[in-house]
């Protein structure tokens, strides 16, 4: 089941630790990973990789409902289109949880029959990564231990904020940066990178 975009064969990996309810979150996909997708991934220069970690915070009480469904998404081939919709509409869901209404519109309604079986019994709150460890929800979930390797592998890199990306090149792990970064910005980056 992958959440990603482009060929693992791609020189640059990407790795992005995101929350749905977080805006920088929001304007790091629309401004920078957006572009960078229609640019370097189609052109196989980076394997961009989606990273759930929902924050444990007040106004992220939808985050893992969300990570959920793009997870539900991912395994029936419409992670891209879902993960657009959470973070087009974003401000509408994590404010009233209507996370459903937004995910059934970013796909066919046989697909969306689809996502809601895999979310059968995937009852709130959900995972969330927690400075001690992982928070599990009360009812198992089939798409939980996806998020939960999420929430484990951020801890070994030390998310504290998201959105944070690590960036590895020719196998060499860079450290981990937790900010908003500009495609234009980013993309010199990449390129001196990609010069070596």
Not at 20 to 41: A, G, H, W
Not at 53 to 72: C, E, I, K, T, V
Not at 149 to 158: H, P, S
């Amino acid at each position: 089941m992958e959440k990603a975009y482009g060929q693992k064969s791609a020189p640059i990996t990407f790795e992005v630790f995101s929350d749905y309810s977080c805006p920088m979150c929001r304007n790091l996909f629309e401004q920078t990973l957006k572009p960078m997708i229609s640019d370097y991934v189609a052109a196989g220069k980076v394997y961009l990789v989606h990273r759930d970690y929902p924050l444990a915070l007040p106004g992220h009480q939808y985050s893992p409902q969300a990570a959920r469904w793009a997870n539900a998404a991912a395994r029936i081939g419409q992670f891209p289109n879902v993960e657009a919709a959470l973070y087009d509409n974003q401000t509408s869901w994590s404010t009233d949880g209507s996370v459903e209404k937004y995910v059934s519109r970013a796909m066919s309604a046989t697909d969306f029959k689809r996502a809601q079986k895999i979310m059968e019994r995937c009852e709130p709150p959900g995972p969330t990564g927690k400075p001690d460890g992982i928070n599990l929800p009360p009812h198992p979930c089939s798409v939980d231990s996806y998020i939960e390797q999420d929430i484990l592998l951020g801890n070994q890199v030390r998310v504290n904020g998201t959105p944070t990306y690590v960036i590895t090149y020719k196998r060499q792990r860079l450290p981990p940066e937790t900010r908003f970064v500009s495609w234009p910005l980013l993309k010199q980056f990449l390129d001196s990178l990609l010069a070596q």
